[in-house]
DNA sequence: CCACTGGATGTGACCGTACACATCCGGCCG
DNA sequence: CGGCCGGATGTGTACGGTCACATCCAGTGG
């Protein structure tokens, strides 16, 4: 070995550490580390040299090192049903932004099929991330058994309402906003509501459906069986195709705006006007749905602030906040050009042949 | 210290680390961390003893120790623009579901504000996180200069087609998709075709306009200025309404199915018919958009597989992969009821008042 | 004047893993 | 029969922080 001069920095050079900047600002590296986490107990003077040696050297806290020794990795899982949909992906980037603020990591894990092991893959690679808390997105029912099951100790924090479950949890006031569109329906003076539910694995199309026919019994109308769909607004069509052949409704609160999309496109291939013949609620409000044909009446659901919420529970359980509660956020109806008054009634109507 | 009992396993026991699992095994630790690992040189009996003690014991590696000593996180950053809209949060998903397949974990940011600061902030939060590469879908061009400044080393595979950049990029073919959709409005006979372009910051509506001016140009027609718009539907009618002042066009092609949507409804609006009047192209392909009134004919796009190939492209960057390239998926038209021949001609339909 | 107090700062140990290197052992060849 | 080789396994060390505890020092009251 003939190399004399001190290893030259040459090319990958090691990024700064915390000894580093002790180094570099003439103090050790436990104040250092005071001064990152805020200690109160350093002197201004101290404080200062400090922060311009980070800033002189561009350190950055090593997160692996931190997670290691605190056993707190700063991330936030959030396990999602479905990215794509204009409900959970709203409620995703409010959280991520949320949590940001704070501090927190957001990563994400996706559930491809509604299936056991999918579910569990899932979940377990987010808790191989040794994720410090947990939000659920993906409102089926069956997941909670996985989480128990797998993690029972994880803080969680669930974004649908569910009775089942002791962990904290915040919702869109799904019911209430099911309630809204539904009342609407009935002080148009409709009398024959159709409900086109969602899959009943989703908490939240449950809940939507509950808040249906509790407005229903609750003003006295006859109840009928709800349609149970999927959210597509392929399904929606489909469902539309179907409902004609037994015309014995004059309106339909669709539990989401897709599958009420898909409806109003068969009513109108098949000549009905909506809202003349027909009215239609949706549910969400996504970007566009004053510009369906017609404008869409629906219910509009504060995603921004769900986020925000959601976050400040879950690290106040991280941080050891042992209250249980519930929190719900108000829906609000918009009223767009789908629904009007029922048409003079006809005793033919359900008999006439459309299509 | 009166105490002589072992430490009892009371309430909160430290998760089992890899010397437990030796322990368990009767081997040593460095033989665990080899059969986790997957080392070739560990005998079949040793291997299948090890995997029953981390069975036995529900032993899971510890990330943050594993990254700690590798500088690996095993996390990939996602940078997003917005991630409500289908197609970032198609794409996300996507590359989610690529990224756990390869034991890779994602984190995502978003950018508030399209401003400086909220970028730098934004990708900041990411690089704190030691993300072991970036996939940007935040098509901002800005976006690369503040990735520049900030870590230039960092791989990096943008999902936009952008000639500026010597990363790897990888991206639907929004020229060819462009140009699929002018090449359509002009097999129908049209001639007169305006443009509703994206803003132009970002680089997948500049690709969209200069598809769209190309076909134009390769077949000889008149070129005009397009309109610049901001993706909304609520822009999409704006523009619409303003465009019936000079109604000198027979088609036109917007640059998103949002703004496709709002276009389609000030026309209907002042009474004009799609596609009799009119003829509209959106593009994204977004879901519902065969159930619009007409149902849309636009350009779709392979999320799936943009994921699944961003996911490839950023490991082989990681792992030291140096050839920089760059791909294409390409882009499929999808023809609905939004597109026909174009009215016969009718010297005074410029000057008629619709509305 | 000295022990005491409490704020500011420094020292040692440890978190759980992977890497480099050392060791062990059986079989093979000269 | 001994040395050598290579596959299988074990031992020391470093990664970059934080925590518990030790130390130092100035101000204070008895």
């Known amino acids: 070995m003939t190399e004399t001069s001190p290893p030259a920095s040459s090319g990958q050079t090691r990024a700064p550490n915390i000894r580093d900047v002790a180094r570099e600002a003439g103090v050790s590296y436990q104040t250092v580390s005071r001064v990152i986490n805020g200690s109160p107990s350093i002197r201004d003077a101290t404080r200062q040299k400090v922060l311009e040696a980070i800033d002189e050297l561009g350190y950055r806290p090593n997160q692996a090192a931190r997670a290691l020794v ?11 049903s479905d990215a794509r949909s204009y409900g959970p992906s709203s409620t995703l980037q409010s959280i991520e932004e949320a949590a940001r603020a704070k501090g927190y990591f957001v990563s994400t894990a996706t559930i491809g099929l509604p299936d056991l092991p999918s579910i569990r893959s899932a979940l377990d690679h987010l808790i191989r991330q040794n994720v410090d808390g ?12 996985v989480i128990q099951q797998l993690s029972p100790e994880l803080p969680l924090v669930t974004l649908e309402a569910s009775g089942r479950l002791d962990g904290h949890t915040i919702a869109i006031d799904q019911e209430q906003g099911a309630r809204l569109a539904t009342r609407h329906l009935i002080e148009l003076g409709h009398t024959e509501i159709e409900h086109l539910a969602g899959p009943q694995d989703w908490i939240e199309a449950q809940t939507r459906m509950d808040g249906f026919l509790a407005e229903i019994r609750d003003n006295d109308l006859g109840t009928r069986p709800p349609i149970l769909g999927d959210w597509t607004a392929d399904f929606g069509y489909y469902a539309g195709t179907q409902m004609l052949g037994r015309l014995d409704f004059t309106a339909v609160f669709a539990a989401n705006d897709q599958m009420a999309l898909g409806l109003v496109h068969a009513f109108r291939d098949a000549g009905l006007d909506v809202p003349g013949d027909v009215s239609v609620v949706g549910f969400d409000d996504v970007p566009g749905a004053r510009h369906f044909w017609p404008p869409l009446t629906t219910i509009r659901q504060r995603y921004e602030l769900l986020g925000a919420r959601c976050v400040d529970m879950l690290l106040g359980e991280i941080e050891g906040d042992e209250q249980r509660y519930h929190e719900r956020i108000g829906a609000e109806l918009v009223v767009r050009g789908s629904t009007a008054a029922p048409p003079p009634h006809d005793p033919e109507r359900a008999f006439r042949r459309f299509g």
Chains 1, 2 share one sequence.
């Open 134 to 145: 947990l939000v659920v997105i993906a409102p089926q029912t069956r997941v909670f058994d």
């Open 70 to 80: 605190t056993s707190r990795s700063r991330v936030i899982g959030v396990l999602l």
